[in-house]
């Protein structure tokens, strides 16, 4: 027994050093329940570095005595040993005290944040009233707010009126009205079977793979009997007696012919398969469809719609209806693939397990379907809109390229967050889920949606309207919205002229954006025409010129009430970063970088309005001074570096990396910093991003556009000193300028932290920096709430300031009431 008592020490105090190791880095392990706490412990210890320890081999009883001290010596070196191999294996402890985890913070917001006394976390509202017609067996009733939300298709106050998105000229039993008396091209044209409830085009049901749907008399929303291959993007060129069709391109047999894709097991042509929850060359292998927090595990998820089942409500059927059991109905056990997607819900705990709550309390709305699931459903690319999708088998996959992800990935955090508040009455700020960035994916493909409908603008004028249509609905809707004039409402603006058209009326909100552009007047600077917010249009939905109403009436970004915020990136497109524990023992070799669009061919963009011909002119000088040869400077599009190193590993590899603006917004600041590159700004008067919180001069450059010339010397003139000062700070300062807090993501920064300790011989990477790579502590999103904190009074008004104060415990009652009071 003796013998062993040291092996279980040092057991214990490697479960010890494990749960630390799995709390701190978790952060919601603290709250999870037990299913997923448990699959946290799981994971966290079985991919430990160290195999399981073997026993000592087992000893006669004679022997025993003589041999205890020796064995208790060599059982002590081995505890030791295993001390030390643990401890190396821990990534450094995170900054704890305020002061440090505040640091290059300007002004007060972050001290005032942690200054707050926490309060008891109690158990949340339940709401049970109820809906007409249970909304027709399609919808789902919000039981706080007694109303259906339908998906696409389906519409009236209880899901039972036709809602539909028809293809362009769709005809009879939702077929073509005329392959040639009609002529005109569109991209909802559709030569098969029209599922006329999101405008989707499927193989005719006359063939072996075409769409059947449900027979008459099915209960609504009863799934196809069969669903059919999808006709997307394929359009015949001829009809079957071989005449020309004006808006296809492929031959009639390929589509309809027996050996073709409509018809024959393995088809000789290949219709595109996008559409999300289909793949496989015939589209026949069926994954698990992408919704908002994967439906919480209650619901179905329909392209982007939840369908949740009895009891479940809310757009990610993560709300329980009053008096229904918390059992009832948990999916991740029938589905287990589901889970890695799945993010613990901290404010719908019962009892709550994440004992205390801080301000600003956020309440997140549900919004009506037009503005936020319709737009999932009429997706005509899976992976638009989302920042996450199902892959073969089902595995877990982040979306490549959605420049908007920012979009999905903040509703799913303030969903899940703790500052989450199920009651609008105690909210300090109401989040508005409004899928502006999806918008610009699904506009202009059909005449489905449009705002006003019949009118198709450029696309920012669509996304304005619809944004102020949700605004109308919520005023209409709500009395939050009145209460405070839109002050408290918080909009996401991920385009990349971010926030510069918005409706006057919804614009005294809180807008959160990527392109923090300060001069007015502005006029747009997108090269993109489609997106040009300066085109004037009047029509009868807003009295006079709709810019009058938008761009003409503010800036782009207020610094005050306004937030730029990062883009968002997943782990892997920074996996080079020492900031991961990528080895950092190679000094960093190019001194300057920058890859990116040029659009320079000739006649491409003939006025050089794409960056502000930043880039372009930049392009011109670094070739006529020779930077690369000369300087070490890689400056271009990808031919031109002449390297077939990734993104980010070039980043890692430079001393100080452009941030340049594209149509608007490009994300080379976030980059730069999660890559401990030195950001250097040129672009005027545009704020990057956290300008307005963080201290940026004490880790970046901003050089002037009248400087382009001199951009070389004037890097080349900063002391060696500084730089290693500047890169110091980016080192403590990198984790605020990216998501974390999501469950994929925490998985995939750990995973790429794991395989460098691994190549470290089970050694954490003590890169300075390199302690915050999988934690969510003080993320962008914990930031963006830290100064939500301090803007309360503000927002408030002066009078609801003082009940600010007073609700909010201890010191920081006092420094919010000053800081109303300055
Ligand atoms: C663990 O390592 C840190 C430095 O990396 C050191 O300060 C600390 O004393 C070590 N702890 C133990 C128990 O060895
Ligand atoms: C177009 O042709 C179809 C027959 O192919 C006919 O049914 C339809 O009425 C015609 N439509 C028009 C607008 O001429
Ligand atoms: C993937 O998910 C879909 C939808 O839930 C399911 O039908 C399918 O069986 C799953 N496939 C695998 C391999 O688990
Ligand atoms: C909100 O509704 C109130 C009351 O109906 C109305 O007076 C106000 O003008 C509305 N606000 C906006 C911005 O539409
Ligand atoms: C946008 O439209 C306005 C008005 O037609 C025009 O003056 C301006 O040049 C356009 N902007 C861009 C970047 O093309
Ligand atoms: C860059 O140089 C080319 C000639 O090589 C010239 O045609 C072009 O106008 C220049 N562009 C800019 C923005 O200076």
């Not at 085009?201 to 059947?212: E, I, Q």
Request: proline share 8%; charged share 25%; hydrophobic share 35%.
């Amino acid at each position: 027994m003796d013998l062993y008592k040291p092996l279980g020490l040092a057991l214990l105090l490697l479960l010890g050093l494990c749960s630390q190791y799995a709390l701190r880095n978790q952060g919601a392990t603290l709250g999870a329940p037990a299913h997923l706490a448990a699959r946290s412990w799981v994971s966290t210890l079985s991919s430990w570095p160290f195999g399981a320890q073997s026993r000592p081999p087992a000893e006669g009883p004679k022997r025993r005595l003589l041999q205890d001290a020796e064995n208790d010596k060599h059982a002590d070196e081995a505890v030791k040993q295993l001390i030390v191999r643990l401890n190396a294996s821990r990534l450094l402890p995170l900054p704890v005290k305020p002061q440090e985890r505040c640091v290059l913070t300007k002004g007060t917001w972050c001290m005032q944040y942690h200054l707050q006394a926490p309060v008891p976390r109690y158990p949340p509202r339940y709401y049970d009233k109820p809906c007409p017609n249970d909304c027709n067996g399609v919808g789902n009733c919000n039981h706080e707010y007694g109303l259906c939300f339908c998906p696409a298709g389906w519409g009236g106050p209880d899901c039972s009126q036709p809602r539909k998105r028809p293809c362009h000229h769709m005809g009879e039993g939702k077929r073509d009205a005329g392959w040639h008396n009609l002529t005109a091209w569109s991209h909802t044209r559709c030569a098969g079977v029209c599922d006329d409830d999101v405008a989707m085009c499927y193989c005719p049901p006359d063939t072996k793979y075409g769409h059947r749907e449900a027979p008459p008399g099915a209960r609504p929303g009863a799934p196809p009997e069969q669903r059919g291959r999808p006709l997307f993007m394929c359009t015949p060129g001829t009809d079957k007696d071989g005449k020309k069709v004006e808006w296809g391109g492929t031959p009639y047999e390929d589509m309809f012919g027996p050996e073709g894709w409509c018809n024959a097991d393995k088809p000789k042509f290949t219709c595109p398969c996008r559409l999300d929850g289909l793949l496989g060359p015939t589209c026949s292998e069926v994954v698990e469809q992408t919704c908002t927090n994967q439906c919480s595990g209650h619901g179905e998820c329909n392209q982007g719609f939840c369908k949740c089942h009895a009891g479940w409500y809310g757009v990610d059927c993560g709300l329980r209806r009053a008096g229904v059991l918390s059992e009832v109905g948990d999916e991740w056990l029938t589905k287990p693939w589901i889970e890695p997607t799945l993010t613990h819900t901290v404010a719908t705990e019962d009892p709550p397990l994440t004992p205390v709550r801080r301000r600003p309390y956020i309440y997140v709305y549900d919004m009506k379907p037009d503005f936020s699931t319709d737009l999932m459903q009429y997706r005509i690319e899976g992976s638009h809109c989302l920042y996450r999708s199902f892959g073969h088998g089902n595995r877990t996959s982040f979306v490549g390229y959605n420049a908007y992800g920012v979009e999905p990935v903040l509703h799913e955090l303030f969903l899940t967050s703790e500052h989450r508040t199920l009651d609008p009455e105690e909210a300090d700020y109401f989040y508005v889920p409004v899928n502006l960035g999806c918008l610009f994916d699904v506009y202009g493909w059909n005449e489905i949606p449009r705002w006003p409908r019949g009118l198709l603008g450029p696309r920012t004028h669509g996304a304005a309207m619809m944004q102020r249509e949700a605004m109308r609905w919520l005023n209409a809707t709500f009395p939050y919205f009145a209460r405070r004039g839109g002050r408290d409402h918080i909009w996401v603006n991920p385009h990349d002229e971010g926030a510069c058209y918005v409706w006057k009326e919804v614009w005294p909100g809180v807008m959160l954006s990527h392109w923090g552009r300060l001069d007015f007047p502005h006029a747009s600077n997108t090269a993109y025409g489609q997106d040009n917010y300066s085109l004037p249009l009047h029509h009868a939905a807003h009295p006079g010129d709709w810019r009058d109403h938008t761009s003409l009436a503010h800036p782009c970004f207020d610094p005050k009430k306004d937030l730029v915020v990062p883009a968002f990136k997943q782990p892997a497109l920074y996996n080079k970063s020492p900031f991961l524990g990528a080895p950092a023992d190679r000094e960093r070799d190019v001194f300057a970088f920058f890859i990116g669009d040029l659009r320079m061919e000739p006649g491409r963009d003939p006025a050089c309005r794409y960056s502000r011909c930043i880039r372009q002119r930049l392009y011109n000088i670094s070739r006529d001074q020779h930077w690369k040869e000369a300087h070490g400077v890689l400056y271009g599009e990808r031919k031109d570096i002449g390297s077939d190193a990734t993104y980010s590993e070039l980043l890692a590899r430079s001393k100080f990396c452009f941030v340049l603006p594209g149509d608007g917004w490009s994300p080379r600041w976030e980059d730069a910093v999660l890559h401990g590159c030195v950001p250097v700004v040129i672009m005027d008067d545009v704020q990057v991003v956290f300008e307005s919180l963080i201290d940026v001069s004490l880790f970046s450059l901003r050089i002037p556009e009248a400087d382009l010339d001199r951009v070389v010397d004037i890097l080349k003139a900063l002391p060696q000193a500084k730089l290693a000062e500047m890169q110091r700070h980016l080192a403590r300062v990198w984790h605020r300028y990216r998501y974390m807090g999501l469950r994929m993501l925490e998985d995939s920064a750990r995973s790429i932290m794991w395989d460098y300790r691994a190549e470290a011989g089970g050694k954490a990477p003590r890169t300075p920096g390199a302690e915050f790579s999988t934690s969510r502590q003080d993320d962008a999103f914990a930031t963006i709430l830290q100064w939500l904190y301090h803007r309360i009074p503000e927002v408030h008004g002066t009078q609801q300031a003082s009940k600010a104060g007073a609700l909010t415990a201890g010191a920081a009652s006092d420094s919010v009431g000053v800081a109303a009071a300055a």
